[in-house]
């Protein structure tokens, strides 16, 4: 096996994501593709990061293959790549062992352990009847949620008609933003019934670095459902991120 995606600094903001909740992740290759999938413990929150394999520069997945590591550990060696940097990662010792390789000026080898990881069941809560549906540049949601970190530690996402979207956190201060369909940051928006839910920004703040990392984000929510977040990658792939509500 051997896959190598054309930026490894990418690649580290995603893995950094799943990191912010659980320790260790199964990345699993498929003649299709490369998925990692994750739950918390408290089950408030999943993540599904998927890369085609059209993305990668390089593919050679014959069958299903299981590459398992700790993500403390693997970070590690990614955060010793540079910007233009590409990432190999492969398979040696008949599968006991995961080789990765770092190319750029330099070309950097590690070989780390091939850890027994469960990849995880998820639900597909895509197709949920959900009531509100946007598409959003993903800068939006970096933004936000960095102006209502400053007041508070729950998002209340609110469309109240079909022009408006709002991204609001209250406490002693309030911090709102709204975008409209007459702003270039809302590219659509589906309003079904208006709907509003609260949110935990501990969760939500895990997901800034997919932020910086991908162009756009479909948003799909409703009053007391899941937020559902699916970010478009720059380099090739998608990232779902699904966050539980809580009482408002």
Known sequence: MKIVYPEAKIFQSLVDAIGKIV????????????????????????IRIYIPADAFSEYEVEEEESLGFNIGDILKFFKRAKKGYKLELGSE?????????????????????????????????????????????ASVIKEAIKDIEAVSDVMIVEAPDADNL?????????????????SSALLELEVEEPSKAAYDLTYLK????????????EVRF???????????????????YVVAPQAL
């Open 23 to 46: 320790d260790e992740v199964a990345l699993v290759a498929k003649p299709e593709g490369v998925e990692m999938k994750a739950i918390d413990p408290a089950q408030v929150v999943m």
């Open 206 to 217: 895990h997901i800034v670095g997919i932020t910086k990392v991908s162009d756009n984000v």
């Open 166 to 182: 709002y991204l609001k956190g209250a406490g002693v201060a309030e911090a709102v933003t709204r975008v409209s369909r007459a």
């Open 222 to 240: 409703g009053t007391d459902m899941p937020l559902y977040l699916k970010f478009n990658i720059l380099a090739g792939g998608e990232a779902e």
């Open 93 to 137: 010792a008949e599968g006991s062992k995961i080789r990765i390789v770092l190319e750029g000026a330099l070309i950097k080898k590690y070989v780390i352990p091939n850890l027994e990881v469960v990849s995880e069941e998820l639900p597909d809560l895509s197709n949920l009847d959900f009531k509100v549906k946007a598409l959003l540049l």
